[in-house]
Every structure is written in C-alpha cells, then in structure tokens.
C-alpha cells in the first residue's frame, strides 16, 4: 500500500523559508512517473506549485512560486521535496504532495490539476506571519 507523508510545515515570517519533505512507502520511487506538490488555502481551489515529469526529467512550476520554491527527489526517489524561499503571507495554505506511477501522455501539462494523480499525503500546513 503506498503511503505518502509530508513533514516540515510551520510557521515562518514573511521572507522566510521552509523546506517542506515528503516520504513515499509501498512502491520503488523509481516506478512513479510524476511527483508534484500542491497546496489549498482557505476558501480557495487546490493549485498545483510544482510537478516533476521523472522519466522525461521535466520540471515545471506554478506562476506564482517560480524562482522560489524548488522541487526535488532524493537518488531513491522516494522523498520528494520543495524548498521554499521568500515566503510570502499568500503562499500560506496546507501542502499536500502527490504521486502517481501510470504512464504520462506526451505533452503532459506544466499545470496539472490534480487529477492526473492517485497517491496523496495528508497534507501539511505552512503559515506565514508578519
């Protein structure tokens, strides 16, 4: 049974920074094909932040956290990470990492929604104070 667990949420003042983990179990970290972080703050819809296409080795990142928030796997590819920097009070909202190991159509989107994916973290919460 595959389990993802997200750790390093906090609280942290605007310009800060937090690195956020996520431990995958149940499977080798090299059968999944896409690994991502999302996040959801009060009120609004699910965004996706970052997403990591591993077999092609593509990255891409929301809009909004670009030249901020880093993602990145471990050699095992079993934790997944995001590096956050420069926080700022909207990027506050719980993150949830995400996986899933079925085959990526060609093309696949620099945004996707959340739907591409099966395995989901219980989410962690990051708040930003001023």
């Known amino acids: 049974q595959v389990q993802l667990v997200e750790s390093g949420g906090g609280t942290v003042q605007a310009g800060g920074s937090l690195r956020l983990s996520c431990e995958a179990s149940?499977?080798?970290?090299?059968?999944?094909?896409?690994v991502a972080w999302f996040r959801q703050a009060p009120g609004k819809e699910r965004e996706g932040v970052a997403v990591i296409y591993t077999l092609a080795g593509t990255t891409y990142y929301a809009d909004s956290v670009k030249g901020r928030f880093t993602i990145t796997q471990d050699n095992a590819k079993t934790t997944l990470y995001l590096q956050m920097i420069s926080l700022k009070h909207e990027d506050a909202a719980v993150y949830y990492c995400a996986a899933d190991g079925r085959p990526v159509l060609p093309g696949p989107s620099p945004h996707p929604s959340g739907l591409e994916f099966g395995y989901w973290g219980q989410g962690t919460q990051v708040t930003v104070s001023s």
């Open positions: 149940g499977r080798p970290g090299s059968t999944y094909s896409m």
